[in-house]
């Protein structure tokens, strides 16, 4: 399994950006997709995932500005970024398990005036 992140940049506080993660690979039926990131200096913390049946799950500190979406079908997702703060700077890795954890490459996103 592979997978492939893109959509990072930089944008301004207030803007939005919007990630996308395309999975490639025998991905098993039930798995969960999500967003991870990691800041300078900081540990790896989560974003946002979702579960193939449909759940979702969010970081305290992106709840109603960030949206995560997928398409089972074609195993991919997306992450809808909304009024982007400074401290959402980071390198954001899509994450798949699928029987196993699977990362993709990080996309930097950077949110400076």
């Known amino acids: 399994v592979q997978l492939q992140a893109s959509g990072g940049g930089l944008v301004q506080p207030g803007g939005s950006l919007r990630l996308s993660c395309a999975a490639s690979?025998?991905?098993?039926?039930?798995?969960?997709m999500g967003w991870y990131r990691q800041a300078p200096g900081k540990q790896r913390e989560l974003v946002a995932t979702?579960?193939?049946?449909?759940?979702?799950n969010y970081a305290d500190s992106v709840k109603g500005r960030f949206t995560i979406s997928r398409d089972s079908a074609s195993n991919t997702m997306s992450l809808q970024m909304n009024d982007l703060k400074p401290e959402d700077t980071a390198v954001y890795y899509c994450?798949?398990?699928?029987?196993?954890?699977?990362w993709g490459q990080g996309t930097q996103v950077t949110v400076s005036s």
């Open positions: 979702h579960i193939s049946v449909g759940k979702t």
């Open positions: 994450y798949l398990f699928s029987g196993r954890e699977y």
């Open positions: 690979g025998s991905v098993l039926r039930l798995n969960v």
